[in-house]
Nanobody
Framework: VQLQASGGGFVQAGGSLRLSCEAS?????????MGWYRQALGKRREEIAC????????KYLESVKGRFTISRDSASKTIYLQMDNLEPDDTAIYYC??????????????????WGQGIRVTVSS
């Protein structure tokens, strides 16, 4: 399984960015949950959003609720993170993560089996 992430960049506060992450290699009869983590300089990595393939349920870190939206395309096993009203504190390296198995999985992605490459998001004040 591989995760290919894209998106990110530089934006001013109040702006928007969209991240994508495509999973390849997950069996069609598998359940999976995928999410986005971020790690700011000098801080621990934290999970900010997750979506479950079982029922499309989602879970968000409190600080991004109402500003970030996670969604997925089931056919391509791609997840998206729409980030609106970005704040300087959102500046971080963002990572997508996934785990998968043959029974239903709910968020959060507690112990990812696979990580995508980091994507830099910079929000200026």
């Amino acid at each position: 399984v591989q995760l290919q992430a894209s998106g990110g960049g530089f934006v001013q506060a109040g702006g928007s960015l969209r991240l994508s992450c495509e999973a390849s290699g997950i069996a069609s009869n598998s359940y999976y949950r995928m999410g986005w983590y971020r790690q700011a300089l000098g801080k621990r990595r934290e999970e900010i959003a997750c979506i479950s393939s079982s029922d499309d349920s989602t879970k968000y870190l409190e600080s991004v609720k109402g500003r970030f939206t996670i969604s997925r395309d089931s056919a391509s096993k791609t997840i998206y993170l729409q980030m609106d009203n970005l704040e300087p504190d959102d500046t971080a390296i963002y990572y997508c993560a996934a785990d998968w198995t043959y029974y239903e999985l709910k968020c959060p992605v507690v112990n990812p089996r696979m990580w995508g490459q980091g994507i830099r998001v910079t929000v200026s004040s």
